[in-house]
């Protein structure tokens, strides 16, 4: 084995959910294909195809999976987008109407901000340590 490929997020609307990752975040769509049931086979992912982990945007079925869109991870920091240019990217981001949720910060492993994807999932946004 030699990485996690995919991480399901489950989410209300393929269409909104495509539109938030590819457009605010910058994510590139990677595939989008029906299947026999109805429902999509939809990835998206940030930095080029297949460099690293990628997200299955998987809409919610039933009751108890919708309940955990927006919540998965009980409140907190669920996922971590790593940035080459911790400015530049919060930047686009705050301009594209991403809502951070802390103005960013410093810390010994670099640049922080918690941030809110479309559904409240709360992301962490980290770039390097500059000098």
């Known amino acids: 084995m030699t990485r996690i490929a995919l991480v399901a997020l489950v989410v209300d609307d393929y269409d909104e959910a495509i539109r938030f990752y590819t457009e605010a975040l910058g994510f590139r769509l990677a595939e989008d294909t029906p299947r026999?049931?109805?429902s999509r086979w939809v990835v998206v992912e940030p930095g080029e195809p297949g460099g690293g982990t990628?997200?299955?945007l998987a809409r919610a079925k039933g009751e108890a999976q919708r309940a955990r869109v927006g919540d998965q991870t009980g409140g907190r920091v669920g996922f971590f987008l790593h940035t080459d240019d911790f400015a530049?990217?919060?930047a686009r981001m705050t301009a594209a109407g991403v809502t951070f949720l802390e103005e960013p910060r410093r810390e010994p492993y670099g640049s922080v901000a918690v941030f809110q994807d479309?559904?409240?999932?709360r992301?962490?946004?980290l770039g390097p340590v500059v000098a």
């Open 123 to 125: 992301w962490d946004l």
């Open 88 to 90: 530049r990217d919060h």
């Open 118 to 121: 479309l559904y409240g999932n």
């Open 36 to 38: 026999p049931d109805g």
């Open 54 to 56: 990628a997200l299955l």
